[in-house]
């Protein structure tokens, strides 16, 4: 059975700090997708990475896939109060379909 | 607008009841999923649809939910005899086959079950 485990699972800081969230496997995956989802919406998705050591940059968010591709790590750069919500990774695996949630993590920038 | 959509987005009913939602994909993708997410938790996948043809359910899918795509656009999910444990939130998504497998969202339907 192929998991996605992410961590931390709640992580609350101060606006303007750097953060680091994570998400592994002991799976390789073919592809990995990151999303954002605030409350009372559904997922929002932001990347998704292919190539294992590949790194992709939105804004202030950098994103990076293991070379084994079976990790990834999503880095946030001077957060601000506007990137709160809950991250969640979703990994494509032996299914052709079915992608593999991770648990999210809820973030929370404090102004 | 063009993305995923959901309907309605906020249903309270009793328990006992059955509940119908519905959702629309975006047009030109034809596969389409059902997820339960419960709240601080990631989506747990319910079914999914490639054209009309449902190809996969969960074990989370007891005989009480039903999920139609009739022609292979828009999809229906309906609970039945609803339990308080239902309360969640109903996620559709739908993505294009081949390459790599994105996923858009729609909104959610929030469903409180009394």
């Known amino acids: 059975t192929q998991l996605l485990e992410q961590s931390p699972q709640f992580l609350s800081i101060q606006e303007g700090e750097n953060l680091t969230v994570y998400c592994n496997s002991s799976?390789?995956?073919?592809?990995l997708q990151w999303y954002r989802q605030e409350p009372g919406e559904g997922p929002v998705l932001l990347v998704t990475v292919v190539t294992g050591g590949e790194v992709k940059k939105l804004k202030r968010l950098t994103f990076q896939f293991g070379d084994a591709r079976k990790d990834s790590s999503l880095h946030i750069t001077a957060a601000q109060p506007g990137d709160t919500g809950l991250y969640l990774c979703a990994g494509e695996g032996d299914s052709n379909y079915q992608l593999i949630w991770g648990a999210g993590t809820k973030l929370i920038i404090k102004p | 607008d063009t993305g995923v959509s959901q309907d309605p987005r906020h249903k309270i009913t009793k328990r006992g009841q059955n509940v119908t939602f519905r959702c629309d994909p975006i047009s030109e993708h034809n596969r389409l999923y059902w997820y339960r997410q419960t709240l601080g938790q990631g989506p747990e996948f319910l079914t999914y649809f490639q054209n009309e043809a449902q190809l996969e359910k969960s074990r989370l899918l007891s005989d009480r939910f039903s999920a139609e795509r009739p022609k292979g656009s828009f999809s229906t999910l309906e609970i039945q005899r609803t339990e308080q444990g239902d309360s969640a939130m109903y996620l559709c998504a739908s993505s294009l086959p081949g390459g790599v497998e994105t996923q858009y969202f729609g909104p959610g339907t929030r469903l409180l079950v009394l």
């Open positions: 799976s390789v995956f073919s592809s």
